[in-house]
């Protein structure tokens, strides 16, 4: 069983369109997080929940919105998107607050031209 | 939030010992140390935490002096299946840092036969 799953895995869409990513981890974690890694490998994170409340919002553009439907689900919508945007989405969760080990999907590489 | 300095890559040769040393001067008295692995096109994987001296797990050691202002992953004999990125975070136990997991650029470590 996959314990962090991302769908899509790839996404390629033009620019102006809003898009979502779909996050969803089985491991019963109460926190879940948003992260970005551009083209350097940097990883930055974007935003966390825990237990369905948002808890991190770091300097993001408002055209990025989480939802967190329950617990189990964290789901990334991007409105009107821009090349810069381009970049591959981790979504990860802990079981946790706290110094926690993440757990990690494996990334939507988001490509908009 | 510590900043961590990390070699930007490693080569070694199979059944080598790889010492990836990481510097994080600005630690404080409740933060935390640890490791991650990140293979192409996946998600981090947790590796490693400590906070002092020395911890071992099935995959890894982790050496930090007692003055904590560097730490040392050491991986005993890879292979070829441990080329991947190792990224050292600092985790903050502080109310504000907390869940912020800042990732650095990592450390490419290839292994050739």
């Known amino acids: 069983d996959t314990a962090v799953s991302q769908t899509p895995k790839y996404l390629v869409t033009q620019m102006g369109n809003d898009k979502s990513i779909k996050c969803e981890q089985n491991l019963g974690h109460d926190t879940m997080y948003w992260y970005k890694q551009d083209s350097k490998k940097f990883l930055k994170i974007m935003f966390s929940y825990n237990n369905k409340e948002l808890i991190i919002n770091e300097t993001v553009p408002n055209r990025f919105s989480p939802k967190s439907p329950d617990k189990a689900h964290l789901n990334l919508h991007i409105n009107s998107l821009e090349l810069g945007d381009s970049a591959v989405y981790f979504c990860a969760s802990s079981q946790a607050r706290g110094v926690v080990a993440l757990h990690f999907g494996n990334g939507t590489r988001l490509t908009v031209t | 939030l510590a900043k961590t300095t990390q070699p930007i890559s490693m080569d070694s040769y199979e059944g080598q010992e790889v010492n990836i040393t990481c510097s994080h001067n600005?630690?404080?008295?409740?933060?935390?140390i640890t490791w991650y692995q990140q293979f192409p096109s996946q998600g981090p994987r947790f590796i490693i935490q400590?906070?002092?001296t020395k911890v071992t797990n099935e995959v890894a050691s982790l050496f930090i002096p007692a003055d904590r202002k560097s730490s040392t992953l050491s991986l005993p004999r890879v292979s070829l299946s441990d080329t991947a990125v190792y990224y050292c975070?600092?985790?903050?136990?502080?109310?504000?840092?907390?869940?912020?997991?800042?990732f650095g650029a990592g450390t490419q470590v290839v292994v050739t036969p």
């Open positions: 975070l600092v985790d903050s136990m502080t109310t504000d840092s907390w869940g912020k997991f800042q």
């Open positions: 400590g906070y002092k």
């Open positions: 600005n630690i404080a008295t409740n933060d935390y």
